[in-house]
């Protein structure tokens, strides 16, 4: 059975530099080694070039990975911060409000062994972090599938809910349109394979898979 994937938007800048650890592929060319891509008259300059958007691919998916410099974490919280950060997987670049958006699409448990050891401690009790496990897959999925029937809707997504009798308005979906989640407390803190994980989270990830 495929593995489901999700797609997570991890930084927004107008310039973004990062380094491919292994080869990845992009345009049918291989690329490994420091790159940059920059908001350049709407589109993505990268290597002398203009695109839409781009997508590095891993050779090596299991041990391939490509690191993000600077970026943000705990946005508008009194201890945010830039570092590097990271991660597995494959890395696509699209443009958003006058920025580059780096998004990195990954496997679902792989994700979710990220978020448990980046929102608790990898160490805490394995039925602890079961817990956690079942709420965070819960709701990525959640999310995914709502994702899915937004993009398969002929109808206008709206995040209000207004009638004579009631109003409501839902604050999961607005931010995030042309992929699943953000990379942090927004959604769920994912910081790729920064973090180091222990053998009780991946237990408590496969123990709690399905």
Same mark, same amino acid.
């Given at each position: 059975?495929?593995?489901?994937?999700?797609?997570?938007?991890?930084?927004?800048?107008?310039?973004?530099?990062?380094?491919?650890?292994?080869?990845?592929?992009?345009?049918?060319?291989?690329?490994?080694?420091?790159?940059?891509?920059?908001?350049?008259?709407?589109?993505?300059?990268?290597?002398?070039?203009?695109?839409?958007?781009?997508?590095?691919?891993?050779?090596?998916?299991?041990?391939? @990975?490509? $690191? *993000?410099?600077?970026?943000?974490?705990? #946005?508008?919280?009194? /201890?945010?911060?830039?570092?590097? !950060?990271?991660? &597995?997987?494959?890395?696509?670049?699209?443009?958003?409000?006058?920025?580059?958006?780096?998004?990195?699409?990954?496997?679902?448990?792989?994700?979710?062994?990220?978020?448990?050891?980046?929102?608790?401690?990898?160490?805490? @009790?394995? $039925? *602890?972090?079961?817990?956690?496990?079942? #709420?965070?897959?819960? /709701?990525?999925?959640?999310?995914? !599938?709502?994702? &899915?029937?937004?993009?398969?809707?002929?109808?206008?997504?709206?995040?209000?809910?207004?009638?004579?009798?009631?109003?409501?308005?839902?604050?999961?979906?607005?931010?995030?349109?042309?992929?699943?989640?953000?990379?942090?407390?927004?959604?769920?803190?994912?910081?790729?394979?920064?973090?180091?994980?222990?053998?009780?989270?991946?237990?408590?990830?496969?123990?709690?898979?399905?």
């Amino acid at each position: 059975m495929t593995e489901p994937q999700v797609t997570v938007g991890i930084m927004f800048e107008p310039k973004i530099e990062f380094k491919l650890n292994g080869l990845f592929i992009c345009n049918n060319l291989k690329i490994e080694g420091p790159q940059t891509v920059n908001f350049c008259n709407g589109k993505i300059e990268w290597m002398g070039d203009l695109f839409e958007e781009l997508l590095f691919e891993p050779e090596d998916r299991q041990n391939d @990975s490509f $690191e *993000l410099i600077g970026v943000t974490i705990g #946005i508008n919280f009194h /201890w945010e911060r830039k570092e590097n !950060q990271t991660f &597995r997987g494959s890395l696509k670049f699209i443009v958003e409000n006058e920025k580059i958006t780096a998004i990195n699409i990954i496997e679902v448990e792989e994700y979710l062994t990220s978020v448990i050891s980046s929102e608790m401690s990898a160490t805490a @009790s394995l $039925e *602890l972090l079961k817990a956690h496990a079942v #709420i965070s897959r819960s /709701w990525l999925m959640a999310q995914i !599938q709502k994702n &899915r029937d937004i993009s398969n809707s002929q109808k206008i997504y709206s995040t209000v809910h207004d009638t004579p009798r009631e109003l409501i308005k839902w604050y999961d979906r607005e931010d995030h349109i042309r992929f699943d989640i953000c990379a942090d407390d927004h959604c769920q803190r994912y910081q790729g394979i920064t973090r180091a994980s222990t053998e009780i989270v991946k237990d408590a990830i496969a123990q709690t898979r399905g």
